[in-house]
């Protein structure tokens, strides 16, 4: 039984190691461990030769109790049990020489930390710039597309992806509505929190088109959880193209259960969403989007049809054929994902937590969050020919 | 500062006028040292750290199942087995109990019991608020934790940013209770802190310098220090939130101009010293651990002491690594990115320390030894990790993600909770009398280190992989399914091995009340003073204070060179250690004053929330226990004092209330302890403490 206590030990020490690094073979979109970008992976190559540094002082330290444990233990043929082992009070060159050299190491770690620090946090002028804001929960994207240095009327407003030329830096200024978010694409960089009253700055590289995802990770209130986004990387012409496209106005549909719908769209959520070109005045009439600080506005629905996600990046807009967990830019625009559609707009809150109905008393009486507006099965299906004529 | 009283008896006005017991007509100091009720009124610090433990050990659980269900929630994606708002208030309330109302007063539980015996003094410096700081502890812990019955939880977190913790974001009164509770507990953190850095200044044996006291008093002075100045910063953050949500004040609200980095500055200021509050008793436990089973002295003593003190003042110019993420600015992170990871040199010193103390030993594995080894195994992992977030650009990807979870897991749990636990069985005969089971401890033991790394070890893996912390519920796809599932199983683990050492607990006891075998004062052969008495140790701590003039004490009164000049052992503990039987040793009295005043603080917090005139009537109640507090006769007169001592805990001559003493002036008989104060003052030491 002792022997085997003792074989046990290392194991249960040493575990956890080889369990991280069989791990790394999973399929995890959204890890830290396969940048996609030079930005991240900059940081990769420094967390790499940390983590071997700690990998060699684990295995000094760990390796170091279990000899101790097996070379010092009271022995049972001990000839003589009650004698004392050598008293030994300290040695004071053994213990400059154990602060020394951990300092250096970490002198070691610490050049190496700072180097790249300075690195990524340095901003790149030429590079175009896009404003992210936070709010209970999804994250709205501002284009300045006039090149004006402000965001307003005539710039491209999305939500929940983040469309980007690819293989260029790309900075984002980092806003919040209501209380602290943070802007995190582990393929592409860190993260960065989004500060209410401040904004901060993020630089972002994607080498390739591709989809990266990533969360929230300030925690936001009840749905923080659901809180997803993702940047959507494209090649130089897809990009222009796409924004020359989110430029324009939609268009009202003229007929059918679309044109319904969009009347629909109009009395029932210019509250809260804008579709350009469909509802301008009644959102500038109900909207209290123009709160800041306290959330109330809603993602802008101008070119809803253009994006891979909805509700806060949580389901997908458009199915995904090639069942690879994420819809592609080539994948939107193909089939509906009619099923999560059709559900999120019956129940909202059923589907993602949200401080949607009246708040208590003591509340500022802001909803956060789509409410359940209670509509028709008929009315559903408006609103979903409607919102797929939004591309 | 305690007036260092030396009754005659009874007490004498120059003018020769005599004294009364109720100097303002108000009730007499109570009398009894045993049964229930003299647990409400004791001043012993000895008591008073056991109530620490065994309210501890209650939050525990509470905070344990709260992790439970948490681990529940997530065991599989997409789970929905409570609401998210329920969730927030979990996680927010399993982080807010584990860290201010299980590590913290476990800390206080041994510095309490042990710090004043490892000196050599009778009590600590004042009694009474030694007993108003347990008192406000355990009434801000229950009153955080009715807030589940009264509209739930905390929801914003133990780190609770604003603006998110305002009435706008979080309109129930969970924060309000997270705001008060806690600025109670506060209270007692600081009072209790004033009281031991006074303690140890001030009331140490004669002979015993700083550079003599054992290294778990050192580390608990260190911890002292950082907690008065640590408490006032998190009490002003407390107080500013509380005037937000319950008076409208504007301090944390962005749209009337605040800042709500200044939460987060405020925070983590108190936030960074709290870890090495959290872990440096536990340090100092091991510290004593590791010598007695390796039967050898400390190594590198001095570099043991200035490293804990080196971390306790680092560890003041780290806080904003909290922030890597919050936009600093680069030359700032810098800043706190260096001087981060230094910390972690003082901290090594101590891993390699004890590493040397264990060399060239005789190690016995007692359970108490296992769980010192465990901590400095366990540790040594949070360690790195925790260097790992010190190389700034690396921790904005762990950063909030699980990889932190895990990290600090391996600190709290790994470091501070196994040391504690180990602490518990290494001091449990001391305090009570009788062991532990062994093997009991050994099966606890292996199933909480399996456990442990069952639960906490796939959190780095997680964290890697992308996996915020704080969430809810997560998604099929991300590759968090099975990692996730890894650890709920080790989460349960963890509950069987608490189980086991609650069986532990109860098993151990029923067989002493049965078999009862004395202990001995010594049962370890360890080194320090606080086994130079009895088991159980009596009320007086000492029969007479000991003259220290080593390091060890104890060991070296046991152990010395013999005619060859080899070291061996020349006297057993039975010979050096004192009967514990000594009579007449004057001790402070107890006080109803600590309960009351400690009472109405949780009825102001109430109030506060509910109805500012039940804020009106705690009000007055604290006011009235303060002038009782303040009035209250210095002792009895009427009582003889010869009943505080007691050789045993259990069979105490048992005072009634309306005792019938003999008369017996206060301190009048011969004294048993006559030695100088080490002061130097000529006040003698035998009161050992007197009332504040």
Request: with cysteine; net charge negative; charged share 15%.
């Amino acid at each position: 039984m002792r022997t085997r206590r003792r074989r046990l030990a290392p194991l249960a020490l040493v575990m956890p190691l080889v369990l991280l690094v069989s791990a790394c073979a999973s399929h995890a979109p959204q890890t830290t461990l396969e940048p996609k970008g030079p930005i991240a992976r900059s940081i990769d190559n420094l967390f790499n030769g940390v983590f071997l540094v700690a990998v060699f002082v684990f295995f000094f330290v760990e390796l170091g109790v279990l000899f101790l444990v097996l070379k010092f233990r009271q022995r049972k043929d001990d000839p003589d049990p009650d004698a004392l082992p050598p008293q030994t009070h300290g040695n004071f060159r053994l213990e400059i020489t154990w602060t020394i050299i951990p300092a250096v190491m970490l002198a070691l770690v610490g050049f190496a930390t700072l180097t790249t620090l300075f690195n990524i946090n340095r901003r790149d002028e030429n590079a175009m710039t896009v404003r992210v804001t936070g709010q209970q929960w999804f994250w709205e994207y501002s284009y300045d597309t006039n090149g004006d240095g402000k965001y307003t009327d005539g710039d491209v407003i999305t939500a929940n992806d983040l469309v980007i030329p690819a293989g260029q830096d790309i900075n984002l200024d980092i806003r919040s509505n209501d209380v602290i978010h943070s802007y995190w694409i582990p393929a592409l960089n860190g993260k960065k929190d989004a500060v209410p009253g401040h904004q901060t700055p993020l630089r972002i590289n994607a080498d390739k088109p591709g989809v990266y995802v990533g969360q929230c990770t300030e925690f936001c209130g009840l749905s923080h959880g659901y809180m997803r986004q993702r940047v959507v990387a494209m090649s130089q012409g897809d990009f222009d193209a796409w924004l020359d496209n989110q430029k324009k106005d939609a268009e009202m549909p003229s007929s059918g259960d679309a044109a319904a719908g969009a009347k629909l769209f109009a009395t029932q959520c210019s509250g809260c969403h804008l579709a350009k070109g469909i509802n301008d005045a009644e959102f500038a009439k109900q909207g209290h989007g123009k709160d800041f600080l306290v959330s109330g506005n809603a993602p802008d629905l101008t070119h809803f049809a253009t994006r891979g996600v909805f509700a806060g990046s949580i389901f997908d807009l458009w199915q995904d054929t090639d069942h690879d967990g994420v819809v592609e830019a080539d994948e939107i625009g193909g089939t509906l994902n009619r099923g999560d559609l059709e559900a999120w707009l019956r129940d909202p809150p059923a589907r993602k937590p949200m401080d949607a109905p009246a708040l208590p008393e003591r509340g500022q009486g802001k909803i956060r969050g789509m409410p359940d507006l209670g509509l028709q099965e008929e009315q559903i299906d408006q609103l979903v020919a409607f919102l797929q004529t939004l591309d | 500062m305690a007036i260092v009283e030396r009754p005659t008896a009874p007490l004498e006005l120059t003018t020769g006028a005599t004294t009364t017991a109720r100097p303002m007509g108000g009730f007499t100091r109570p009398q009894s040292t045993s049964g229930w009720k003299s647990w409400l009124t004791t001043v012993d610090h000895k008591r008073i750290g056991v109530m620490y433990g065994g309210a501890a050990m209650f939050f525990f659980f509470i905070g344990g199942v709260e992790a439970l269900f948490i681990r529940l929630q997530l065991a599989a994606p997409e789970q929905k087995l409570y609401s998210a708002d329920l969730y927030n208030q979990l996680f927010t309330m399993h982080g807010v109990t584990m860290i201010f109302l299980v590590v913290i007063p476990l800390g206080a539980c041994f510095m309490n019991y042990l710090m004043p015996l490892q000196i050599g003094a009778r009590d600590v410096a004042f009694p009474r608020l030694n007993a108003f700081s347990f008192w406000c502890f355990l009434g801000g812990g229950l009153m955080l934790n009715t807030s589940w019955f009264l509209g739930g939880g905390a929801n914003g977190g133990w780190f609770a940013y604003a603006p998110n913790t305002g009435v706008a974001f979080s309109p129930g009164h969970g924060m309000d209770f997270y705001a008060i509770g806690l600025q109670i507990t506060g209270i007692a953190s600081l009072v209790g802190a004033i009281n031991l850095v006074v303690t140890v200044l001030n009331m140490r044996a004669p002979g015993m310098t700083l550079m003599k006291m054992p290294v778990f008093t050192w580390m608990g002075f260190v911890t002292q220090l950082l907690l008065v100045f640590a408490m006032p910063v998190i009490s002003v953050a407390l107080f500013l939130l509380t005037f937000d949500r319950l008076f409208d004040a504007n301090f944390f609200k962005v749209s009337q101009g605040a800042d709500p980095l200044l939460w987060e500055h405020l925070f983590w200021i108190f936030g960074h010293p709290e870890v090495y509050i959290l872990i440096l008793p536990a340090f100092g436990v091991v510290s004593e651990i590791i010598p007695v089973f390796s039967r050898k002295p400390i190594f590198g003593y001095p570099f043991m002491v200035f490293s804990g003190i080196a971390i306790g003042f680092m560890g003041w110019g780290v806080w904003a690594h909290h922030m890597f993420a919050s936009g600093l600015g680069p030359l700032s992170v810098a800043a706190f990115s260096m001087s981060t990871m230094f910390i972690a040199v003082p901290t090594g010193v101590k891993i390699l320390n004890w590493l040397a103390t264990m060399w060239g030993g005789k190690l016995r594995f007692t359970t108490p030894m296992l769980f010192a080894i465990g901590l400095v195994a366990m540790f040594t992992i949070g360690g790195l990790s925790g260097v790992t977030h010190a190389v700034a650009p690396a921790d904005t990807q762990q950063t909030d993600t699980y990889y932190i979870v895990a990290h600090f897991h391996y600190v709290i749990f790994g470091g501070a909770l196994m040391g504690f636990i180990g602490g518990l069985y290494f001091w449990w005969p001391k305090v009570f009398g009788w062991l532990l089971s062994d093997k009991m401890g050994k099966w606890h033991f292996w199933t909480l280190l399996v456990g442990f790394n069952l639960t906490f070890g796939p959190m780095h893996i997680l964290g890697l992989q992308g996996m915020p912390r704080r969430m809810h519920t997560y998604a099929k796809g991300y590759g968090f399914d099975f990692w996730n599932m890894v650890a709920t199983i080790g989460a349960f683990v963890i509950a069987v091995s608490m189980t086991i050492f609650a069986a532990n607990v109860l098993l151990s006891w029923r067989k002493h009340r049965r078999h009862p075998v004395a202990v001995g004062p010594d049962p370890w052969d360890a080194r320090s003073l606080e086994w130079m008495t009895a088991s159980p140790v009596p009320a007086h701590n000492y029969d007479e204070v000991p003259t220290v003039s080593h390091l060890d004490e104890f060991w070296t009164r046991k152990y010395g060179e013999d005619a060859t000049g080899k070291v061996v052992r020349l006297h057993t503990s039975e010979e050096v250690a004192q009967k514990g039987d000594a009579t007449d040793v004057h001790l402070p009295s107890p006080s109803y004053w600590p309960l009351v005043a400690a009472l109405a603080l949780p009825i102001v917090g109430y109030g506060m929330i509910f109805n500012l005139g039940l804020a009106a009537v705690g009000g007055v109640l604290l006011v009235a226990a303060i002038y009782g507090w303040a009035y209250e006769p210095a002792d009895d007169p009427e009582a003889h004092h010869a009943h505080l001592v007691h050789g045993n805990g259990e069979s105490g001559d048992g005072h009634g209330d309306g005792d019938t003493g003999d008369g017996d002036g206060a301190g009048s008989g011969p004294e048993p302890a006559a030695v100088g104060a080490p002061s130097g003052s000529g006040e003698s030491e035998e009161e050992g403490s007197s009332d504040d």
